[in-house]
């Protein structure tokens, strides 16, 4: 689905998702990853939700988000409370949804000028 057009004025948004893949500033990626306005790190290591574990949330929070999208494959999970403790440590606001609605949620934030880190495991997991 074709989401948003990218003027590259306020940061990587993201412009097209669907499953399997994502396009941010028209590459497609697909493999699971994180997107911040100023930066994109492909290859987030965890591909499906049953594979997070605490240093993929200590990764997340290295990058000092002010709050962190998390979009879990196709369906909403919430990980448990102990993998996000280094999110809640560094008092990092975490949101979780399936990765359509986390797509959509970044650009939103993104445009409002939030610093914001979307950590999204791709769709169709």
Partial sequence: MKFILDDNNSGHAIQNYGAFEI???????RESLVIMPERIIPEWRPARFQELKQEDFAQLASLTPEIVVLGTGSKQHFPDHQLIRPLLEHQIGLEVMATDAACRTYN??????????????????
Avoid: D, N
């Avoid at 396009?23 to 990626?29: A, E």
């Avoid at 939103?108 to 997991?125: K, N, Y």
């Fill in 23 to 29: 396009t941010i500033s028209g590459k497609v990626y």
């Fill in 108 to 125: 939103i934030l993104m445009s409002e000028g939030r610093r914001v880190a979307a950590a999204l495991i791709m769709i169709g997991e």
